[in-house]
């Protein structure tokens, strides 16, 4: 079913959300602080709209994809959304989250929050997904058209679990960058073929080991964080020989320092017995 949908924000993400919704068909009004953002969408059959009020006044279905929370409420303060389906997908913490909702429900408007795990020219395209939470009613009645511009994946109606979602998978990508860092950085330094190590070692060893944590989830839920694989002493004896082969080869070990801490922490507590999963418990 085709839809009237306004998108406010035309930034790099904005523009991208658009414009995988006019490609599906669907009607879309457009509004951005900035007029002149608008412009090529517009000469591609989008609808501009004036002010805040005008596009969300236009759609009962409205996109917000803004810098910030602050900037969404800054920019719909005044504009009556009663009746109005708010999706924002602007990113922010949970509490964030929940308070821009909250906000959005006093004007009469149905709050639906996203975290984009893509960028923008993922859009439209497989392998992009959005992690939605906050209203079911809204996800269940705007599921087709969501799925036009990523998978979309409900996550639960307290407006908190999509952005801490979104940190958490993150979070997950931060650290295996980190890695990937400082293990380019000892390759480069030694004068050895990077991408070639890249493409042929690490990328399949990462995915090799990524099988593991499933397993430590399970460990973490149950609080049991017994291993027949490695443990903790084991581990401990490794990222010292790691950081002692850094140092030698004069690449500065930073990125895993942390890391390092928090095994010495708890094996110091005695507890070198357990597996890598227990260092949550040290967070
Ligand atoms: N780009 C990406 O890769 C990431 C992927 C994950 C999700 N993020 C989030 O998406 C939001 C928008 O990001 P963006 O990439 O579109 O950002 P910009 O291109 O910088 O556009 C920012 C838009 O926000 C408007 N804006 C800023 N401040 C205000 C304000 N006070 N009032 C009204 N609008 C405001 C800005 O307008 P203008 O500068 O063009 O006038 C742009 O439309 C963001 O949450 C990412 O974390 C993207």
Redo the contacts with the bound molecule.
């Keep these: 079913m085709l839809e009237n949908i306004s998108v406010l ?6 523009a991208a959300l658009a414009r995988s919704l006019m490609a599906a068909g669907h009607h879309v009004t457009v509004w ?3 007029p002149a ?1 608008a412009e090529p969408l517009v000469a591609e059959g989008a609808v501009l709209a004036d002010s805040p009020d005008e596009a969300v006044g236009a759609s009962p279905l409205v996109i917000v ?4 929370h602050a ?1 969404v409420t ?2 719909l303060d005044g504009t009556p959304l009663a009746g109005r389906a708010v999706v924002n ?3 922010g913490r949970p509490v964030e989250a929940r308070r821009t909702a909250e906000w959005v429900a006093e004007r009469g408007g149905d709050y639906l929050g996203g975290g ?1 795990m ?3 020219p993922m859009i439209g395209q497989p392998g992009a997904l959005i992690l939605y939470s906050g209203s079911r009613p809204v996800y269940d009645r705007y599921e087709q058209v969501l799925s036009v511009m990523a998978e979309p994946r409900f996550t639960g109606t307290d407006p908190e679990s999509a952005p801490l979602l979104d940190i958490a998978m993150l979070t997950g990508m931060y650290g295996q960058i980190a890695g990937f860092l400082e293990a380019a950085a000892l390759v480069k330094a030694a004068g050895l073929p990077l991408r070639d190590f890249v493409t042929t070692l690490l990328t399949p060893w990462l995915h090799a080991m990524a099988a593991q944590q499933a397993g430590w989830a399970g460990n973490i839920e149950s609080g049991e964080h017994g291993t027949e694989v490695s443990n903790l002493e084991i581990n401990r004896a490794g990222l010292e020989n790691l950081v002692r082969a850094f140092r030698e080869q004069n690449v500065k070990p930073d990125l895993l320092l942390p890391l390092k801490a928090v095994i010495d922490q708890r094996t110091a507590r005695g507890l070198g017995h357990e597996g890598l999963s227990g260092l949550v418990e040290e967070l």
Aim: glycine share 12%.
């Design positions: 924000g035309l930034g790099l993400m904005g951005n602080r900035t953002k994809c803004l810098l910030d900037s800054e920019t997908l602007t990113t984009i893509a960028v923008p």
